[in-house]
């Protein structure tokens, strides 16, 4: 099967797969802190790397009904949020093709 390519992010402020500590998102892309996820606090992302898209779902969730995806770290295989493939009420449609990232599943990396 080979080792999955991994991708670096060269910012000076980058989170990380809490599990194996690849790059996942620049701080830069972060959207909003205000979400909530499964075990906690969440931030909403515009892109992220280095993760897998799982099978969508349909999935009720504080804010109404949405399509998602959950997302995998692509080294580890480690759960680290889900990314939002629609959203049924128009004020949430923002949020499609955007990535959730749960805070409990990445730590920071570089120079905070």
């Known amino acids: 099967m080979g080792r999955p390519f991994k991708q670096y992010l060269s910012g000076p ?11 996942a998102a620049d701080h830069d892309e972060i959207i909003s ?13 515009n892109s992220v790397v280095n993760v897998s898209v ?10 109404g ?10 080294v580890c295989d480690a759960n680290l949020g889900w990314k939002y493939e629609m959203a049924y009420e128009e004020g949430q449609k923002y949020k499609e093709g955007k990535f959730i990232l749960e805070k409990a ?5 570089g120079s905070w």
């Open 65 to 74: 009904l949405h399509t998602v995806a959950d997302i995998f770290c692509t």
């Open 13 to 23: 402020r980058v989170y990380c797969c809490s599990n194996c500590k690849a790059h």
């Open 105 to 109: 599943n990445i730590v920071k990396d």
């Open 33 to 45: 802190k205000a979400f909530q996820g499964r075990r906690g606090r969440a931030y909403l992302f």
């Open 54 to 63: 799982g099978p969508k779902e349909n999935r009720m969730l504080i804010t």
